[in-house]
């Protein structure tokens, strides 16, 4: 089993800025992409951003140019600086991870996680 625990949400004015941490445990083999979503309230859950094993990144076009997303691939560890918050940012963000894990047989097998998610609130 994996897990992701996040961490860096809270509550902030427009204009500031957070950082969200997303950190992968258990029985990794390997991490593919890692990456950021969110969900509002009454909106479908979106992707904020991603990031490939070899640094390859993608970003939404609400947030480019605001957020940036990093990994420490020796920590299974991925990043979201965000600056220049808005309002319209407030929502759970959730991380993900595309991975291979080792069962008990040490058998080598795909994973699709999600961390347990956490709430950034943006003041106007």
């Known amino acids: 089993q994996v897990q992701l625990v996040e961490s860096g949400g809270g509550l902030v004015q427009a204009g500031g800025s957070l950082r969200l941490s997303c950190a992968a445990s258990g029985r990794i083999f390997s991490i593919n992409s890692m990456g950021w979503y969110r969900q509002a309230p009454g909106k479908e859950r979106e992707l904020v951003a991603s990031i490939s094993s070899g640094g390859a990144t993608t970003y939404a076009d609400s947030v480019k140019g605001r957020f940036t997303i990093s990994r420490d691939n020796a920590e299974n560890t991925v990043y979201l600086q965000m600056n220049s918050l808005k309002p319209e940012d407030t929502a759970v963000y959730y991380c993900?991870?595309?991975?291979?894990?080792?069962?008990?047989?040490?058998?080598?097998?795909?994973?699709?996680?999600w961390g347990q998610g956490t709430q950034v609130t943006v003041s106007s």
């Open positions: 993900t991870a595309n991975l291979f894990e080792t069962d008990s047989s040490w058998e080598v097998r795909p994973g699709d996680y």
